[in-house]
């Protein structure tokens, strides 16, 4: 009987020869943890369809984020839940808004914890759309205003980094104009380029209370059909002044995440959203699944992809696995 000259399972054989030669490395250095804040004090309220992740008040977020950069997690990335909403989001861009404060408070506590702030108005405006909203339709131009005077009000705070979310066309390109206008020329940008019009962002907006009052998000988040379009969103967000590029969610668009890293090489994080965290929660509570394998399994699939940052809410989960494997 006649053997193959090379013999795959050889290298696979033993454990040590398998870590030496696995060519996709996950890292804490990788991760992001997502965190809420909400005004007053000693809250930690459960989000009900996220189990193990917090609304947070300061306080208790402070809590969270020592914890968080004792493990070797680089940075977090912050939403906000405001004390009243209004039509054009007045808290997302007021001095003392709660991303504001919670900014100022991470980086007089943890200075060297990168803060990352989530630039859009869903959470802050009282129909729960991503902007500005005349005559029942979400009104582009109006809105660039608005987000770039909350990204400058969250750099003013603190921010090492922002974040725009909301997508409307040419938000980069006027958070770019407003940062260095006000001296913010060392700011990056890191904009959620590729967002698709998602199932899998429902636990979030519970979790930030952003659910639109009426209609949808369509009109300005990508069909989840599209990919060819995904590459002109990156395309314009780089020319407009990005510096790092993300596509959300993460799971279901790996091959948009590897188009991306493929075809422009610029640094591209991936969020692997609240809906990914919840089904993978979900079938590790009913023991459907072995949760911790499933989770680094999908982590180190998002890194293969070839995400160099992935956003995730099992970040501290990841990082305790990560350094139990290296003692």
């Excluded at 070797?72 to 906000?80: D, E, N, W, Y």
């Excluded at 408070?105 to 991503?130: F, M, N, Q, R, W």
């Amino acid at each position: 009987m006649a053997y193959p000259l090379y013999r795959p399972r050889r290298l696979r054989e033993s454990p040590l020869l398998r870590k030496m030669l696995r060519e996709t490395i996950l890292r804490t250095d990788d991760l992001v943890y997502p965190l809420f804040a909400v005004h007053g004090r000693g809250v930690r309220e459960p989000i009900g369809p996220m189990p193990g992740q917090f609304r947070l008040s300061i306080d208790e977020l402070l809590k969270e984020c020592k914890d968080a950069a004792s493990m070797g997690i680089p940075a977090v990335l912050l939403f906000g839940l405001p004390a009243e909403k209004d039509p054009r989001g007045g808290e997302a861009y007021a001095e003392d808004g709660i991303v504001q404060q919670a900014v100022r408070a991470v980086k007089e506590t943890i200075p060297d914890l990168l803060v990352v702030t989530d630039v859009c108005l869903c959470e802050y405006t009282s129909h729960g759309h991503c902007g500005v909203v005349e005559d029942g339709r979400v009104k582009n131009d109006p809105t660039l205003d608005l987000l770039a005077r909350t990204a400058v009000s969250h750099v003013e705070a603190g921010a090492d980094m922002v974040a725009p979310s909301d997508m409307m066309d040419g938000r980069v390109a006027a958070i770019r104009e407003a940062l260095d206008e006000s001296g913010y020329q060392e700011t990056p940008i890191m904009a959620y380029s590729a967002k698709y019009a998602s199932a899998f962002y429902g636990p979030f907006r519970e979790a930030a209370d952003s659910t639109p009052q009426f209609g949808d998000r369509r009109s300005y988040q990508m069909d989840p059909a599209n990919s060819a379009e995904a590459m002109r969103e990156v395309a314009l967000d780089i020319d407009e002044g990005a510096d790092i590029v993300m596509v959300k969610p993460a799971l279901p668009y790996l091959d948009v995440i590897a188009r991306v890293k493929n075809e422009f090489g610029l640094p591209v994080a991936a969020y692997s959203v609240s809906g990914e965290y919840a089904m993978l929660r979900a079938a590790g509570q009913l023991g459907w699944l072995d949760e911790e394998a499933a989770m680094m399994e999908a982590l180190t699939g998002i890194r293969r992809a070839g995400a160099d940052i992935v956003i995730t809410y099992y970040a501290k989960e990841a990082a305790r696995l990560l350094e139990r494997g290296r003692a």
